[in-house]
């Protein structure tokens, strides 16, 4: 099945700065790579999705970018703003062993400091 | 805000009783998950259902069962409580399997003593 890793596990940033999330994965047939937001006493939220057709993917201040060659995408928020602070997930739909299920990274604590 | 509820929303328990966690969704919505969420772990797949009666394994599986008699509603069923699997439990939902959102409720948090 797939395995994806990610990193950093913690990540602090001031106010402004850009903050970037890294993630590997396993499966070369994973076609589909969402990224999730967790505020704390909440359920994860999409926040940008990217599909293997697609090296980039932009919407306002957040960034996906896909090397397939590679087989890691990453996160980048730009301006960061102290309402960004929260765990970042990232995750890839594998297709062999069975797959077409989602398989997420370990999360990624952002805190953004004035 | 998807409509998923999930309940109870926080529950203690003793080992070796019987733990089930409901969870309800109003978005009529075809595939419905179970996960945990653990330090260190991020969110592991339970089990997943892909219609009414339709259920399958995840990569946690293990001392865990569910049902799906009505499209709105899944549970999970903890035969037997064992401290290991005191966690928070999210469930979620999807219209499509694979290339599309999933939405996620608001979770449950299970403590076993």
Known sequence: GENVEQHPSTLSVQEGDSAVIKCTYSDSASNYFPWYKQELGKGPQLIIDIRSNVGEKKDQRIAVTLNKTAKHFSLHITETQPEDSAVYFCAARGLTGGGNKLTFGTGTQLKVEL | DAGITQSPRHKVTETGTPVTLRCHQTENHRYMYWYR????????LIHYSYGVKDTDKGEVSD???????????????????????????????????????????????????
Do not use: N, W
């Open chain 2, 63 to 113: 001392g865990y069962s569910v049902s799906r008699s009505k499209t709105e509603d899944f549970l999970l069923t903890l035969e037997s409580a064992t401290s290991s699997q005191t966690s928070v439990y999210f469930c979620a939902i999807s219209e499509f399997m694979g290339l599309r959102e999933q939405f996620f409720g608001p979770g449950t948090r299970l403590t076993v003593l």
């Open chain 2, 37 to 44: 969420q653990d330090p260190g772990h991020g969110l592991r």
